[in-house]
Nanobody, 126 residues
Framework: QLQLVESGGGLVQPGGSLRLSCAASEFTLDYHAIGWFRQAPGKEREAVSCISTSGDRTNYGDSVKGRFTISRDNAKNTVYLQVNSLNPEDAAVYYC???????????????????WGQGTQVTVSS
């Protein structure tokens, strides 16, 4: 069964950091763009970041630019999201997704992703 599994979430103090991982089983991520999305209780899903198949193109949401970094290691079939300088507004369930992104206008859209993970919880609290 094709699966994406996120890990690395947890409880962190404001200003802290985490490294989220997105690993695939039963398929290779090499041919997929990988996106990270997040959803907090009572809020709409928010696009966080996306990386192209080769890693030469990335995109970040305005709220995370300069604080989050997406990267991929195709040899390990894993994509990472380094999240720094966390604040309470970053608390959410973070999901990774794999798909074929056309980068129209340099953007990516949820409907371009076909496989989704179950999410990893990030809690920011002192």
């Amino acid at each position: 069964q094709l699966q994406l599994v996120e890990s690395g979430g947890g409880l962190v103090q404001p200003g802290g950091s985490l490294r989220l991982s997105c690993a695939a089983s039963e398929f290779t991520l090499d041919y997929h763009a990988i996106g990270w999305f997040r959803q907090a209780p009572g809020k709409e899903r928010e696009a966080v970041s996306c990386i192209s198949t080769s890693g030469d193109r990335t995109n970040y949401g305005d709220s995370v630019k300069g604080r989050f970094t997406i990267s991929r290691d195709n040899a390990k079939n894993t994509v990472y999201l380094q999240v720094n300088s966390l604040n309470p507004e970053d608390a959410a369930v973070y999901y990774c997704a794999a798909g074929f992104v056309l980068w129209v206008g340099g953007n990516y859209y949820p409907h371009e992703f076909h496989y989704w993970g179950q999410g990893t919880q990030v809690t920011v609290s002192s």
